[in-house]
Structure formats: structure tokens, C-alpha cells
């Protein structure tokens, strides 16, 4: 883990790991909702936009965690379990 407000190269390794798999269950959610097999006819702005918010938020979290796995929140403190 990084330093607390710090992100090193693995956090952003693992981001990408965490927007290709959310770019897949968005795409298997659209899939089995509307569009069959029809790839052309998914929204691929909203399963993109997802990925990029899951990206966003799986960075912010790596910045506001120290390396003991302590978040720091406004409110304090809070410990992993």
C-alpha cells in the first residue's frame, strides 16, 4: 500500500484491473437486460463512464488510506478490519 496521499504505480495497476472489470459487468448487465448479442447497440458511453467513475473512486480511496490500511476521513479515523 502507499503512503497516506500518495499513489504509487500498483494503486494505478489495480485501477486498471478494477475499470476492466467493470467495464465487463457493465457490458454483461447490458447484455442480459436489453440487447442480446447485438455489441453495437449497447451504451458504451454509460459502461465507459462507469469505468472511468469506478477508476476515480478506487484512486480516491488508495489517497485517503495510509499504508496500515487506516482510512482518514473529516470525521476521524477508521481502522480495516
Known amino acids: 500500500m502507499s503512503e497516506l496521499y500518495r499513489l504509487d504505480k500498483n494503486d494505478f495497476v489495480k485501477g486498471g484491473l478494477v475499470v476492466v472489470l467493470v467495464a465487463v459487468f457493465a457490458s454483461l448487465q447490458e447484455m442480459f ?7 453495437a447497440a449497447f451504451d458504451w458511453g454509460w459502461i465507459l463512464n462507469c ?6 473512486g478506487y484512486l480516491g480511496k488508495n489517497l485517503s488510506t495510509d499504508s496500515t490500511g487506516t482510512t482518514h476521513t473529516p470525521f476521524g479515523k477508521v481502522k480495516a478490519q
Do not use: N, W
Open 33 to 39: 437486460t436489453a440487447h442480446g448479442l447485438d455489441f
Open 51 to 56: 469505468a472511468a467513475l469506478a477508476f476515480i
